[in-house]
């Protein structure tokens, strides 16, 4: 198949073209550059535009016959989204109704949205399945419940059939080592942690230890990123075969604590570092874990890298690796 990557330059995104050319599809990717890297993209086409640019949109997809378009081209920082909301609802909500709009005019019928665990806000049990009520505490979470809430109108008006993908907590590098997280600023925890072990970072810190967890310490549910990309090309063979528009969790079904993935960075690195601890943040649950059996068994797809070391060692690998290539030269 031929299938346009919005955002196929950030981080999820670029591992998703890789595992994309490997399984032999034509691959064309749009990004504005704006948080992705165009060395990350390592195959296929490459436009450079903004999906605020409904121009720009329909010159792509007018340009050539696609048979489904992916979607991560979204801003995902909480507390950003708190402090700037028109940010977050122009890009995550109206710039994806720009690329659906273009998908509609250019019968393009299948969409793959990358979507979060934040549109159901503070959990009320766990693990979470998608009959949770949707309930997101702030603005990113709403900004992605509102693109949810528009798929449906759109199967109906155009025969858009879409697969909104509920992200837990997507972590880890390419196994390979030619991909892994480069955000900036890094917010994610493995990487953060890794810092610290580096050297790079002069300690990590811990926002509460007194959650009801056995450690005391939140506990998440960490999905490797391969994973997320292996379910993204589960979710367009369930279109292909006439699936409809339908909401599915990824994740592993199992958490981890905050001390946990330290003590895995500590075992997989074999460094100590300083670790700090604060008090909570606000809004922070004590636990989120994914309910992942609808995935499981629709599309017949299930996490491989369940142990949080195998996580660790492959982010470890990219962040040596990114590291060798940033020191300056002796």
């Known amino acids: 198949m031929h ?6 330059a950030g981080y999820i995104g670029s591992h998703m073209v890789k595992l994309l050319l490997a399984r032999g599809h034509d691959v064309t990717v749009f990004d504005n550059l704006s948080t992705g890297h165009r060395s990350a993209v390592l195959g296929g086409t490459f436009e450079c535009g903004d999906l605020g640019d409904p121009a720009a949109i329909d010159r792509v997809l007018g340009g050539a016959k696609f048979d489904a378009v ?28 720009n690329l659906l709009d273009a998908m509609a005019k250019h019968s393009v019928r299948r969409f793959i949205f990358s979507s979060t665990a934040a549109v159901y806000g503070e959990p009320r049990y766990v693990p979470v399945d998608e009959k949770h009520p949707r309930e997101p505490i702030n603005p990113y979470g709403l900004s992605k419940r509102m693109v949810e809430d528009a798929l449906p109108d759109y199967a109906s008006a155009y025969g858009l059939q879409s697969v909104p993908l509920r992200y837990f907590n997507a972590a880890g590098a390419d196994p390979d080592g030619e991909l892994g997280p480069r955000h900036n600023p890094l917010t994610h925890l493995i990487p953060l942690v890794l810092r610290a072990a580096a050297g ?66 500590k075992r997989v690195t074999g460094r100590d570092f300083e670790v700090i ?8 649950p004590s636990e989120l874990i994914a309910d992942p059996s ?3 068994s629709v599309f017949g797809w299930k996490a491989r890298y369940v142990n949080i070391d195998d996580i660790v060692a492959h982010n470890w690998a990219w962040q040596l690796k990114t590291m060798a290539e940033t020191a300056p030269a002796k």
């Open 294 to 296: 609808l995935a499981n």
């Open 277 to 284: 601890t604060e008090g909570r943040r606000a809004g922070d």
């Open 70 to 97: 992916m979607h991560f081209a979204a801003f995902i920082r909480v507390e950003e989204s708190v402090a700037q909301p028109g940010k977050y609802f122009r890009n995550n909500f109206s710039n994806a109704i």
């Open 200 to 265: 790079v970072n002069p300690n990590v810190k811990v926002f509460g230890r007194d959650y009801p967890t056995p450690d005391g310490t939140a506990v998440r549910d960490y999905i490797h990123v391969v994973d997320l990309c292996e379910a993204h090309l589960a979710a367009i063979d369930y279109l292909v075969k006439g699936g409809q528009t339908r909401a599915f969790n990824l994740g592993v079904g199992r958490g981890f604590s905050v001390q946990q993935v330290i003590d895995s960075v």
């Open 3 to 8: 299938i346009l990557v919005c955002g196929g």
